[in-house]
């Protein structure tokens, strides 16, 4: 079984899969998808290509990813004890994407452009069998999200394309969340039965506290005037 660190890798995986399909749905058979920073060198004799770049990876600052995962779970000791821990839910990570196109004319990159806004807008999430690999949640109720970023400064933009050498061009930016598996457990005990604790109150007084009695821990020991301690 393939490790949960994998998610990342195979995030992208799932997303350049999305891709060819629908390439090689509209007539283009032979496009080459690159997973790295669009350089040169990269790109060279690779025409049409289009560049899938994770360029940033951060906290899910969006609250995207579903809450509420953390679980219990049993497991037998190396004794042979059969106990219960609690499983820290997992860590939701945002990868965000810049996706460029390239070929032979302007009016293909924008062709093969088109493409894929329209793939990755209209299908709005991925589940089940479209998604890559065996890192991806498989207990739970998971899709992985796909949204559109809005656009970067100009001033950023300049500056992303000649770190790379290469003029400011059009390019589409998406994002995603997904879920990093803790391994963190804690151990943990049922409760079984509550019993609560009485102070005697009226001319008595004092401050000895009382027990409900056994097998009825709800019902107050005898006296006029009692009340529950919080």
């Known amino acids: 079984m393939t490790a949960q660190h994998h998610i990342i890798k195979e995030t992208t995986d799932t997303l350049v899969d999305l891709l060819e399909n629908t390439y090689k749905d509209n007539g283009y058979k ?36 579903i809450k509420g995962w953390e679980d219990t779970l049993r497991y037998r000791t190396p004794e042979g004890k059969v106990v219960e821990v609690f499983q820290k839910g997992p860590n939701w990570v945002r990868l965000d994407y810049l996706i460029s196109t390239w070929a ?48 970067l400064e100009e001033g950023t933009l300049a500056r992303f394309w000649s770190s790379l050498n290469q003029p400011i061009r059009p390019a589409l930016q998406i994002w995603t969340v997904v879920p990093i598996m803790s391994d963190v457990v804690y151990p943990f ?20 506290v009382e ?20």
Do not use: N
């Not at 998808?33 to 060279?44: C, F, N």
């Not at 032979?104 to 890559?132: F, H, R, V």
């Not at 005990?189 to 008595?204: A, H, M, N, P, S």
């Open 189 to 208: 005990k049922r409760v079984e039965e509550r019993v609560i604790g009485y102070t005697r109150l009226g001319d008595k007084g004092g401050h000895e």
């Open 30 to 65: 032979r496009v080459h998808i690159i997973v790295e920073a669009p350089k040169p060198d990269a790109i060279e004799g690779k025409l049409p290509a289009v560049c899938m770049y994770l360029y940033q990876i951060g906290p899910d600052w969006e609250g995207v990813g």
């Open 104 to 151: 032979q004319t302007p009016e293909d990159e924008q062709l093969l452009l088109g493409l894929s806004i329209k793939a990755l807008t209209e299908i709005k999430s991925l589940d089940g069998d479209a998604l890559k690999g065996e890192s991806f949640p498989k207990d739970q109720d998971f899709y992985l999200p796909i949204s559109m970023t809005g656009r």
């Open 211 to 230: 027990l409900g009695p056994e097998g009825t821990p709800d019902v107050p020991p005898p006296g006029t005037f009692v009340k529950r301690i919080k």
